[in-house]
């Protein structure tokens, strides 16, 4: 079993900063990736952006250079650093973990970004 905890998110005015974490924890022997999607009200489900166990990551074009994704393989960690938040970056952030044996998500967590 793949537990997922996702923390971080909340209520933050535009312009301003959110760190969101997952950990992932469980029956973990390898991961391929980890990565962020997100979604809006009456929208899809969106990739934000995705590190592979290598370091490489990618981003969606509308959060490129302003949201970091970085990892922590020892500790099977993730983290999405959002900065420069707009209001159209609000929504439910959902943390996805690639395993060999499939993939697996976590609970959300809510980033609302108003004045």
């Known amino acids: 079993q793949v537990q997922l905890v996702e923390s971080g998110g909340g209520l933050v005015q535009p312009g301003g900063s959110l760190r969101l974490s997952c950990a992932a924890t469980g029956s973990i022997f390898s991961v391929n990736a980890m990565g962020w999607y997100r979604q809006a009200p009456g929208k899809q489900r969106e990739l934000v952006g995705i590190i592979s166990v290598g370091g490489m990551t990618t981003y969606a074009d509308t959060v490129k250079g302003r949201f970091t994704i970085s990892g922590d393989n020892a500790k099977n960690t993730v983290y999405l650093q959002m900065n420069s938040l707009k209001p159209e970056d609000t929504a439910v952030y959902y943390c996805?973990?690639?395993?060999?044996?499939?993939?697996?998500w976590g609970q959300g967590t809510q980033v609302t970004v108003s004045s």
């Open positions: 996805r973990v690639q395993l060999p044996a499939g993939a697996f």
